[in-house]
């Protein structure tokens, strides 16, 4: 990282961007043409879920390359200033880079959607409907390395 000075280094709050943040971007390789993906998640455990469909581009590329970068950003805030080069940008961010596994037991896309519920606030049990769960995927990123970055006051 070129600016040492905005490097999170406290993996809490790496954690804590990964567990509050709202979307989840991922990288992929399209031969020598990248492609990005913004998806709901859910993080647990040092992984990213994600659901998806079983077939379409994004599947397509993980078939030929499991190997993603993926973008957070925590909470952003464009800081006006009185000459355009005073504004600035509060926030907080990580990136990082792991390898997808497509899940596609019953009960394992279960405990994956319930990763991704609870993310988003949902607490106790959840009944899935059985033909919606055949019908799709859970993407599960294994974080192999992650980096934090911030800017302005926290």
């Given at each position: 990282?070129?600016?040492?000075d905005k490097e999170i280094?406290?993996?809490?709050?790496?954690?804590?961007?990964?567990?509050?943040?709202?979307?989840?971007?991922?990288?992929?390789?399209?031969?020598?043409?990248?492609?990005?993906?913004?998806?709901?998640?859910?993080?647990?455990?040092?992984?990213?879920?994600?659901?998806?469909?079983?077939?379409?581009?994004?599947?397509?590329?993980?078939?030929?390359?499991?190997?993603?970068?993926?973008?957070?950003?925590?909470?952003?805030?464009?800081?006006?200033?009185?000459?355009?080069?005073?504004?600035?940008?509060?926030?907080?961010?990580?990136?990082?880079?792991?390898?997808?596994?497509?899940?596609?037991g019953h009960e394992e896309?279960?405990?994956?959607?319930?990763?991704?519920?609870?993310?988003?606030?949902?607490?106790?049990?959840?009944?899935?409907?059985?033909?919606?769960?055949?019908?799709?995927?859970?993407?599960?990123?294994?974080?192999?390395?992650?980096?934090g970055k911030e800017s302005?006051?926290?």
């Open positions: 990282m070129r600016r040492k280094t406290d993996q809490e709050i790496i954690r804590h961007i990964l567990a509050n943040s709202s979307i989840c971007r991922i990288g992929l390789t399209d031969g020598e043409t990248a492609y990005i993906v913004p998806l709901n998640y859910g993080f647990s455990s040092g992984a990213l879920y994600f659901h998806a469909a079983p077939n379409g581009k994004k599947m397509d590329l993980l078939k030929k390359n499991n190997r993603v970068c993926f973008e957070i950003e925590y909470a952003q805030e464009i800081v006006k200033g009185q000459e355009p080069c005073d504004w600035t940008t509060r926030y907080r961010s990580v990136i990082g880079y792991g390898e997808v596994e497509v899940i596609t896309k279960k405990k994956g959607l319930d990763v991704i519920m609870a993310h988003y606030g949902k607490s106790g049990e959840n009944r899935y409907d059985e033909a919606s769960l055949a019908r799709m995927v859970i993407l599960k990123l294994t974080i192999t390395g992650v980096t302005g006051d926290w």
